[in-house]
């Protein structure tokens, strides 16, 4: 994200099983499989592609499946800082930037036997939580001088870290604090994240549709996206909804509580907030995972389970208080408050995919009996589902 805390790209890690050595094949494969089953999503979105690479395949045809505009190649020091290996891996970094393709690197790029490489560097990525702090003030100013390329700061864990790293001059950062509850204070919930809030409550609580329409017709922003909605391509309708009562009772309960819940994470202008946001590719990919076991009813609950696991960021109150707000309880509580239940350990594989936690993502996909490609291929279906679903 950026310093305005919006979402600018996301990176893409493969978990290979076994002891086989990470190779860019593998995650370029990783990626043609997703952008296979995802049409053109991954290329129409907003949001840059953060790819790792080895120095090894550089260069090859698997990169022309790949968008240049929209991937970042993240580009490892040269085994053992070998001059000859630098000035050859040169050549081949040239070749790909000149299509388009941007290049990122370890903050030892700024070392004086990688000076061939300043001129190339779009992006210096700098591991915060392994560089002394009192030198990271003088870090970013030679990654300013010597490549001028954004300065983007790893393993930010905590609001605080945020604030102190922007300071210091880095433009870019990436972590898990966003993901992490924080104590808030006088946060205000928006008029419609407060409306749809309370329509998720009435549908929930199967309310009539009288009252679900009036819950609707409360707020401008409420129905004018209904309608929107509604009338969009994607639901092919051959005439024009101009109803609310109408545009309810087409949608249905159950589509109309997943699009109040959807709502709850976006922000007052309408864009998902970083809470929201990462809760949206917990959703989703929660969702992925069970269809593998599970009905369409348990299918819709994991998504609701992924969505409303950051509730408390959102909401600005704890999370058993948003789960009391919205009258939820059940499966939803289980799983969020007491950490257990038939939908465990699907949420758990989606926080450890974000966490990059290779212990916990190996013995939960044990449980679940996926593979590692089906869980590969839909943590990446899910960012890029995420990606997508603001822009329709």
């Given at each position: 994200m950026d310093t305005d805390k919006s979402i600018v790209g996301y990176e893409l890690f493969n978990r290979m099983q076994g002891e086989r050595d990470h190779t860019l094949a593998s995650d370029v494969s990783l990626v043609l499989n997703v952008m296979a089953q995802s049409g053109t999503k991954l290329v129409n979105g907003q949001a840059d592609l953060f790819l790792n690479a080895t120095h090894e395949s550089l260069t090859g045809s698997h990169w022309d499946f790949l968008v240049p505009q929209r991937t970042i190649i993240e580009v490892p020091p040269f085994p053992g800082h070998e001059a000859a290996g630098i000035e050859e891996s040169r050549l081949k970094l040239l070749a790909l930037r000149k299509r388009g393709f941007r290049l990122a690197f370890n903050h030892l790029v700024v070392a004086p036997i990688y000076k061939s490489w300043w001129d190339i560097a779009d992006f210096v990525k700098v591991d915060v939580q392994a560089v002394d702090p009192a030198k990271l003030h003088l870090l970013v100013e030679a990654i300013r001088v010597r490549t001028g390329a954004i300065a983007v700061a790893e393993k930010v864990e905590s609001a605080a870290q945020f604030e102190v790293f922007k300071d210091m001059g880095f433009h870019?950062?990436?972590?898990?604090?966003?993901?992490?509850?924080?104590?808030?204070?006088?946060?205000?919930?928006?008029?419609?994240?407060?409306?749809a809030a309370h329509l998720f409550s009435k549908l929930r609580s199967d309310a009539e549709v009288e009252e679900i329409e009036l819950a609707i017709k409360k707020d401008a922003a409420l129905g004018y996206n209904l309608l929107r909605l509604i009338n969009s391509a994607g639901l092919g309708l051959r005439t024009k909804i101009t109803s609310i009562r109408q545009a309810v009772m087409l949608l249905g309960t159950e589509r109309l509580q997943r699009w109040a819940a959807l709502l709850m994470t976006a922000g007052v202008d309408g864009k998902p907030t970083l809470a929201g946001n990462m809760a949206v590719v917990r959703a989703k990919m929660m969702e992925l995972l069970a269809q593998r076991s599970m009905s369409p009813e348990d299918q819709e609950e994991a998504f609701l389970i992924g969505l409303f696991s950051l509730l408390d960021r959102m909401l600005g109150c704890s999370l058993e208080e948003a789960l009391s707000m919205l009258g939820l309880d059940g499966a939803i509580t289980e799983a969020l408050l007491q950490g257990s239940g038939r939908f465990m350990d699907v949420l758990a594989m989606a926080i450890a995919c974000e966490m990059e936690d290779a212990s916990v993502f190996a013995e939960v996909a044990q449980r679940l009996d996926l593979s590692y490609r089906e869980i590969n291929v839909a943590h990446m279906e899910a960012l890029v589902w995420a990606d997508a679903i603001y822009q329709e």
């Open positions: 870019f950062f990436q972590g898990y604090w966003f993901s992490k509850p924080e104590v808030l204070k006088g946060q205000v919930v928006s008029p419609s994240q407060a409306s």
